[in-house]
């Protein structure tokens, strides 16, 4: 139920940074639904270049006569990988020059494993977004962000990603267009000295 919200988030970066998608999905028996997981990744990538399409024509359509380069659309490769765990997606990474990897983040039970997001992130040797997707999340756009930061440059870089998402220009996700987009900074200031707590 993730593979719509994650595939369109990343979607939305690709948009934001003039990339292209690779989806990696496991398949196989080890898989939980593993029969319906690919065709969940495939309609989401479906959905995703459809709407562009409709984003390309509604932006044709609102200069008139004057020529204009359409925004354009990433483009998708979907790589099925067999089995599950971090293993078969590190050595696939491996190959690739991924900028961004975007995962699902997933409770760890108390004494449990660590989850796929946490060894994945600590495995990274790129930007990690790491997403908690609710139930009706389709990986929408949104115009106001907040980015909690502590300083540093995961701060510096998140704060691009973020900027560059409430940026993009389109008017066919159903957004308060009368909110001005934006990002706003969240400074967690460190728990030092007598007047962190204030």
């Known amino acids: 139920w993730e593979a719509p919200a994650l595939i369109g988030w990343a979607w939305q970066c690709a948009r934001a940074r003039a ?38 024509a509604a932006q044709q359509e609102s200069v008139g006569d004057k020529p204009t380069d359409p925004e354009r659309c990433p483009q998708f490769e979907v790589v099925e990988l ?3 765990g971090s293993e078969p997606i590190l050595v696939e990474l491996d190959g690739r020059a991924i900028k961004l990897r975007i995962v699902a983040k997933h409770e760890r039970g108390k004494g449990g494993a660590d989850s796929l997001a946490q060894q994945l992130c600590r495995e990274s040797k790129c930007m990690v977004l790491i997403l908690r997707p609710g139930q ?3 990986g929408g756009r949104c115009r106001r962000m907040l980015v909690p930061t502590a300083g540093g440059p995961h701060a510096t870089e998140a704060l691009k990603l973020a900027d560059a998402l409430s940026n993009l220009g389109d008017g066919s996700c159903g957004i308060d267009q009368s909110q001005p987009a934006g ?13 962190a707590e204030g």
Not at 28 to 50: N, T
Not at 183 to 195: I, K, S, T
């Open 136 to 138: 009706g999340d389709v």
């Open 183 to 195: 990002v706003d900074a969240l400074y967690v200031e460190p728990n030092l000295g007598p007047d």
């Open 19 to 56: 990339v292209d998608v690779t989806v990696l999905t496991p398949v196989g028996k080890d898989v939980p639904d593993h029969g319906s997981l690919p065709s969940a990744v495939r309609a989401a990538i479906s959905d995703r270049v459809d709407e562009h399409a409709k984003l390309v």
């Open 82 to 84: 067999k089995g599950g």
